[in-house]
């Protein structure tokens, strides 16, 4: 017989909130280096870049745990509209999870530029070299980064209902030390 789990496994919870902290620096690096022609800017573009493939590896090793550790049930008083709302904003958050890096290192294929992890170990192109696939890709990362943001409010947002306004332990199952 199957128990229920409680909370999500501690690999589970690390990862979230690792992967947290992550894309919320790097929605902010992005900004400031789209934003700045200063000296920072190759400095955050060496940031960028590297962080942008770590949260792609983080991704697919978040599915990866999601998929064979489980997930805790939501709770029963949950109305229906909240759970299939869930449910969506995970599968929205994990698709640009994955595709934001994947169309960033497009991007840069597609102008280019090597996406340089450290010193001399480049990521191969994934995309031929094209101005046209460049400027569709950069709008691309750009829609999906506010997209993402957004998605990112919603969920804080949802978690802090859920922890502070319904207390029905959704925010505890993923906040648990």
């Known amino acids: 017989m199957k128990t229920v789990q409680a909370h999500f496994c501690g690999l ?3 990862l979230h909130w690792s992967m947290a902290v992550l894309i919320v620096a790097m929605l902010f690096v992005g900004v400031g280096m789209v934003s700045t022609v200063s000296r920072l800017h190759n400095s955050l573009i060496a940031l960028h870049r590297p962080l942008g493939i770590a949260l ?3 991704a697919i ?3 990866v745990v999601r ?3 489980g997930t805790p049930a939501m709770p029963n008083a949950m109305p229906a509209w909240q759970r299939v709302a869930a449910h969506a904003s995970h599968l929205v958050l994990y698709a640009l999870m994955i595709a934001m890096p994947l169309i960033g290192w497009a991007m840069l294929s597609a102008a280019g530029y090597p996406v340089v992890l450290a010193g001399a170990l480049h990521l191969p192109p994934i ?5 046209a696939l460049y400027a569709f890709l950069r709008a691309a990362h750009t829609w999906l ?6 998605t990112v409010l919603l969920h804080l947002g949802a978690a802090l209902f859920h922890g502070l306004i319904r207390r029905d332990g959704v925010l505890e199952s993923m906040a648990r030390s």
Do not use: E
């Open 67 to 69: 998929l064979t550790r």
């Open 61 to 63: 090793v978040r599915i």
């Open 12 to 14: 589970a919870r690390l």
């Open 56 to 58: 792609l590896v983080l």
């Open 127 to 131: 995309t031929p070299p094209g101005v």
């Open 145 to 150: 980064a506010m997209l993402l943001f957004a």
